[in-house]
């Protein structure tokens, strides 16, 4: 059983990581192999919606220069995941935005039933906004969403500062004791030949009606 945890931030040793690194220790101890993955401070692209990856369906961007690609191989092959991010003006940063995007529409349907959770770090204020924004992807991908005893977060400026939240290092210990109490739960009932469920085909609704568009 292996978690891979993501690293958003573009400091590879920041408080981002420190929160990562409390979980990794909490997975370790369960038994459960880590991963932490950071996504580097070069330049990331955003989805353009060219829907290249849908017509090949090889769950692949077509823009392969930057991490993007190797991340989805990644997290398809792990067992759960946790994605923690910095806080840029009240919301996870853009990086972390722009790579999401383009992992989840290009190999989101890799991810079902995997367990996930969402991590924001912040100095003050934004950081519950951060990981709301990181659990959505993994609501629309039928991922289930690990909790913990608060929400995922946990706070700290200059690096190093995580390390003085008693109470959000306590979170990401408890989001990890979940997350490998989940995986365990999972890998037994499959073992009982309790399956995911298949997937049903997915109707898209468009709200605007075409009948009432000017030609």
């Known amino acids: 059983m ?103 529409y290009a190999g989101g349907s890799l991810f079902a039933h995997k367990p996930a959770a969402g991590v924001g770090i912040a100095r003050r204020a934004g950081a519950i906004e951060a990981a709301d924004q990181i659990n959505k992807y993994f609501q629309i991908s039928n991922m289930p969403v690990v909790s913990s005893a608060y929400w995922g977060i946990a706070y700290g400026q200059t690096p190093g500062q995580a390390q003085g939240d008693a109470e959000g290092l306590h979170t990401m210990r408890t989001l990890a004791r979940n997350m490998a109490w989940m995986i365990k739960c999972l890998d037994a009932g499959r073992a009982a030949g309790i399956n995911p469920p298949a997937a049903e085909p997915k109707p898209f609704t ?10």
């Open 2 to 104: 292996k978690v891979l945890l993501i690293n958003g931030s573009p400091r590879m040793k920041g408080n981002t990581n420190r929160a990562l690194e409390e979980a990794a220790s909490a997975l370790e101890a369960e038994g459960v192999q880590t991963e932490v993955f950071w996504i580097g401070n070069k330049e990331i692209r955003g989805c353009i919606a060219c829907g290249i990856c849908k017509r090949t369906d090889d769950h692949k961007c077509v823009f392969a220069e930057d991490c993007c690609n190797e991340l989805i191989g990644k997290i398809a092959e792990a067992d759960g995941v946790i994605i923690g991010g910095p806080v840029y003006y009240a919301g996870v940063a853009g990086s972390v935005r722009s790579l999401l995007d383009r992992v989840f």
């Open 206 to 215: 468009n709200f605007v009606r075409e009948d009432l568009l000017e030609g």
